[in-house]
């Protein structure tokens, strides 16, 4: 269940805990079923991304899931297809609402980088002018499924605030470019990564490093409704 966006409780489950160390095979267990996850949440993405003919299934798909990871963070997710097939259906147009004019100012940025680098010399200054709004729009798409799939947000307010996100949290947002950095780097020496494991890895890292570093600390913050709504 997602919160309202101005819950006054107190801090999300899986922050600190005090538990006694456990024994190796059931943190083995733990990590099988990590791996089992994360390959589960890449075929998902790539499967619901396509049913949605790519451009209207991609921001629906990461929503669906950045659900399911935050209910795995607190051992709420049982069937992850269901689960993620029952939240793209649900968010389907609401995540485009939201989303879309993002997701395609990060395809034309994209495809204008591609387009100035093949053009040589004379183009380098539009090439890094895109190449940095391409790496922010990025950045704001991560911030802004992961506060879809926490809060109950207005649609029209996404955008703007995973940009204030993106804005006021300099270092998470960085270590967010790092880890898509990361994915790029690791598919240059294997390339069918993203098919097998890259793409979950990738979504479940950046989520569940958005709700840690940013999305749930707003919720220790005695002002959040005034640091959410500006």
């Given at each position: 269940?997602?919160?309202?966006?101005?819950?006054?409780?107190?801090?999300a489950?899986?922050?600190?805990?005090?538990?006694p160390r456990?024994h190796?095979?059931?943190?083995?267990?733990?990590?099988t079923?990590?791996?089992?996850?994360?390959?589960?949440?890449?075929?998902?993405?790539i499967?619901?991304?396509?049913?949605?003919?790519?451009?209207?299934?991609?921001a629906?798909?990461?929503?669906?899931?950045?659900?399911?990871?935050r209910?795995?963070?607190?051992?709420?997710?049982?069937?992850?297809?269901?689960?993620?097939?029952?939240?793209w259906s649900?968010?389907f147009?609401?995540?485009?609402?939201?989303?879309?004019?993002?997701?395609l100012?990060?395809g034309?940025?994209?495809?204008?980088?591609?387009?100035?680098?093949?053009?040589?010399?004379?183009?380098?200054?539009?090439?890094?002018?895109s190449?940095?709004?391409?790496?922010?729009?990025?950045v704001?798409?991560?911030w802004?499924?992961?506060?879809?799939?926490?809060?109950?947000?207005?649609?029209?307010?996404v955008?703007?605030?995973?940009?204030r996100?993106?804005?006021?949290?300099?270092?998470p947002?960085?270590?967010q470019?790092f880890?898509?950095?990361a994915?790029?780097?690791?598919?240059?020496?294997?390339?069918?990564?993203?098919?097998?494991?890259?793409?979950?890895?990738?979504a479940y890292?950046?989520?569940?490093?958005?709700l840690?570093?940013?999305?749930?600390?707003?919720e220790r913050?005695?002002d959040?409704?005034?640091y959410?709504?500006?």
């Open positions: 269940m997602r919160r309202s966006i101005s819950d006054p409780d107190g801090p489950a899986g922050w600190a805990s005090d538990a456990r190796w095979t059931a943190r083995l267990y733990d990590a079923n990590l791996v089992v996850l994360l390959a589960q949440l890449n075929l998902l993405l499967v619901f991304t396509l049913l949605g003919g790519v451009v209207l299934g991609l629906p798909a990461l929503v669906a899931a950045a659900t399911c990871i209910a795995a963070r607190r051992n709420e997710l049982h069937r992850p297809f269901q689960t993620f097939a029952r939240t649900a968010q147009f609401s995540a485009n609402a939201a989303l879309l004019p993002l997701v100012a990060i034309l940025l994209g495809w204008g980088y591609i387009s100035f680098s093949l053009s040589g010399e004379g183009a380098s200054v539009q090439r890094i002018v190449l940095v709004a391409f790496a922010v729009a990025t704001m798409l991560v802004a499924t992961a506060m879809m799939a926490h809060y109950e947000l207005p649609r029209g307010r955008i703007p605030l995973a940009l996100f993106s804005l006021l949290n300099l270092i947002s960085v270590l470019l880890l898509i950095v994915l790029v780097y690791a598919t240059g020496w294997f390339y069918a990564l993203p098919l097998l494991i890259g793409l979950g890895a990738w890292a950046s989520v569940t490093f958005s840690l570093a940013g999305v749930e600390v707003t913050r005695s959040t409704r005034r959410l709504f500006f």
